[in-house]
């Protein structure tokens, strides 16, 4: 089983569409977790770390539930240049290995 | 701030030849620094952690005397393909903490894009 399994898509939506992307993980002993944006060809960028409370940048929130084992990304009023590729990355307490997952590939339509 | 920079960005050699990769924070200090392969379609695979002073720790199944890496200083770290093959080609991302900060962020490098022929 995969450390980090993310839908790999595509998302397709049309401008101002609220999109959602779930993230699971398979080790409870995860400790950090983020997401990061993949443009076409480039690094990762950090979109946002996810809290436990939960927590909102702008039209981006996140959220972390320990229990189900997943986070959560919502993007909201979607503009064309969130189009990108989203990274769940998570890390657990021990050791230095961050997992990302395969990535969800957003495409906003105008 | 936290930038992070990879030289070169874009590389294609012969078969049999070695490639170094260097990785700097510009305005940062790191201790540790990661270097991940990316392969088309797929996420990224960390590679190795790279720590400042002491050797480098190695992913299962990555080879370390083919993926030598050297920490010399807190802003660089340097990944040299040995022998390279075509079956390296691949995306090549560097990462690296900051030492001040206590959270786990990452931040990349733009990365290096290796062509074997």
């Known amino acids: 089983r995969k450390e980090v399994e993310q839908d790999p898509g595509p998302f397709n939506v049309p401008e101002g569409a609220t999109v959602a992307f779930n993230c699971t993980y398979s080790?409870?002993?995860?400790?950090?977790f983020f997401w990061y944006r993949q443009d076409c060809r480039k690094e990762p960028k950090l979109l946002m770390s996810?809290?436990?409370s939960g927590n909102e940048d702008g039209r981006f929130t996140a959220q972390l539930n320990r229990a189900s084992q997943y986070i959560s990304l919502l993007i909201r009023d979607s503009k064309l240049s969130d189009s990108a590729t989203y990274l769940c990355v998570v890390k657990t307490n021990t050791g230095n290995q961050f997992y990302f997952g395969t990535g969800t590939s957003l495409t906003v339509i105008p | 701030g936290a930038v992070v920079s990879q030289h070169p960005s874009r590389v294609i050699c012969k078969s049999g030849t070695s490639v170094k990769i260097e990785c700097r924070s510009l305005?940062?200090?790191?201790?540790?620094m990661f270097w991940y392969r990316q392969f088309p379609k797929q996420s990224l695979m960390l590679m190795a952690t790279?720590?400042?002073?002491?050797?480098?720790?190695?992913e299962q199944g990555v080879e370390k005397d083919k993926f030598l890496i050297n920490h010399a200083s807190l802003t660089l770290s340097t990944l040299t393909v040995t022998s390279a093959h075509p079956e390296d080609s691949s995306f090549y991302i560097c990462?690296?903490?900051?030492?001040?900060?206590?959270?786990?962020?990452?931040?990349f490098g733009p990365g290096t894009r290796l062509t074997v022929l």
């Open positions: 790279s720590n400042e002073g002491s050797k480098a720790t190695y």
């Open positions: 990462s690296a903490r900051d030492i001040r900060e206590l959270t786990d962020t990452q931040y």
């Open positions: 996810v809290y436990s």
């Open positions: 080790n409870s002993a995860s400790q950090s």
């Open positions: 305005d940062f200090q790191a201790t540790t």
